[in-house]
């Protein structure tokens, strides 16, 4: 089965300009989450979407948005890119099932890197 | 809010021999998860092991296993055997069990252990 794919791997992108990172996750997965991780912040949770729908989103400021697909590929757009949006973000799916952990698979990551 | 707290920043270790790396975490739940990630050079994080707080049994896996104190709300990783491909970030991570609830699917990471294994 494969694993999560996120594209593109690698970004520059120029401060105040928009980016849109993608991600597939494993056949069946219907919950992806997405994290940002920066040397000075660590990793931080951005959101999760399941089922089309968003039900959890992290502390970031509204330039952050995402979106999942019926095919359950997502989508995270940053607008307005600052230099401190720099950073390695990873996306991760999972298999919802009651009571089960149901862990996190990750992807890659996409390097962005804004100058 | 969950917090999750690894206090050494680096860790070392020979080949062969046994290393244990801590974790600690702030939480008012009664149920929740913790896994153990690793992250090597490549950037890969990858699924290394994962207790379910409602267990007493500590998880292992293979040459990895864990110490759960849920009391202590301690969950220290042991390594043991070392190998070279061991060399990595290691993440603690939090999930709270709450099927209906918001936090689902929202993984709390520690800042992480960068574990060096010497030849």
């Known amino acids: 089965k494969a694993g999560v794919t996120q594209t593109p791997r690698y970004l520059i992108k120029t401060r105040g300009q928009q980016v849109t990172l993608s991600c597939s996750p494993i056949s069946g997965h219907r919950s992806v989450s997405w994290y940002q991780q920066t040397p000075g912040q660590g990793l931080q949770f951005l959101f999760e979407?399941?089922?089309?729908?968003?039900?959890n989103k992290g502390n970031f400021p509204g330039r952050f948005s995402g979106r999942q697909f019926s095919n359950s590929r997502s989508e995270m757009n940053v607008s307005t890119l600052e230099l401190g949006d720099s950073a390695l973000y990873l996306c991760a799916s999972s298999f919802i099932v009651r009571d089960s952990p149901y862990e996190q698979y990750f992807g890659p990551g996409t390097r962005l890197t804004v100058t | 809010a969950q917090t999750v707290t690894q206090s050494q920043p680096e860790m070392s270790v020979q080949e062969a021999e046994t290393v244990t790396l801590s974790c600690t975490y702030d939480?008012?739940?009664?149920?929740?998860?913790l896994f153990w990630y690793k992250q090597p050079p490549s950037r890969q994080m990858i699924l290394v092991i994962r207790?379910?707080?409602?267990?007493?049994q500590n998880a292992t896996e293979n040459r990895f296993s864990v110490n759960f104190q849920k009391a202590a709300k301690s969950f220290s990783l042991k390594i043991s055997d070392s190998q070279l491909g061991d060399a990595a970030m290691y993440f603690c991570a939090y999930r709270s069990f709450n099927a209906g609830g918001t936090s689902y699917g929202k993984l709390t990471f520690g800042q992480g252990t960068i574990l060096t294994v010497h030849p």
């Open positions: 207790q379910e707080a409602y267990k007493q």
């Open positions: 939480t008012s739940e009664s149920d929740y998860y």
């Open positions: 979407y399941f089922s089309e729908t968003q039900r």
